[in-house]
């Protein structure tokens, strides 16, 4: 299976490095003790039939679904992750095309992110629409606020930060 990731990184992050080298440092055994924190959850892990229900399954905090057309037995994605104990959470991601929707009454929590490949489209519930690419630089997303997304063979590093904390530190944010 590492070698089936490895090629899913390779597709998804063609112009940037920094991803891969990520990449084998966790999968070697010489990683330092702190990336021990680090978890990686692939599609490829389990079968075919099972793919996009366990990707679902993995973002209980978004409604994802596959755009038209998408098959969910081809469906290939792979995030490496770490969470604080406060419940924040730093990553890496990569996925094939996904409709996603955020506002779900389940979640809270403000998601920093950086695109490093493919493309995201998000609609804000007014209407107004965006294209995050890896040229955006950092995007900020609110769960709260209604928003869907169609990310297209998608690679980003993020940071997800419970809302508590944030208005812990920026009251007015």
Known sequence: MIYAEQALLERATDDDHAPQTLFRLLMSSEAPSPLAAFQRYSTMSVAPELRFDYWRSL??????ELPQGRRADDYRACVISASSA????????????????FAQDNSDFVLVSLTLAGEARLQQADGQRHRVTSQSGLVVLDSLQPLSSLAMHHSMLYLMIPRPQVKARAPDA
Request: charged share 15%; hydrophobic share 30%; glycine share 14%.
């Open 59 to 64: 973002h209980s905090d978004i409604q994802l």
């Open 86 to 101: 406060g419940g924040a959470v730093l990553g890496w991601c990569t996925n094939d095309d996904t409709s996603a929707h």
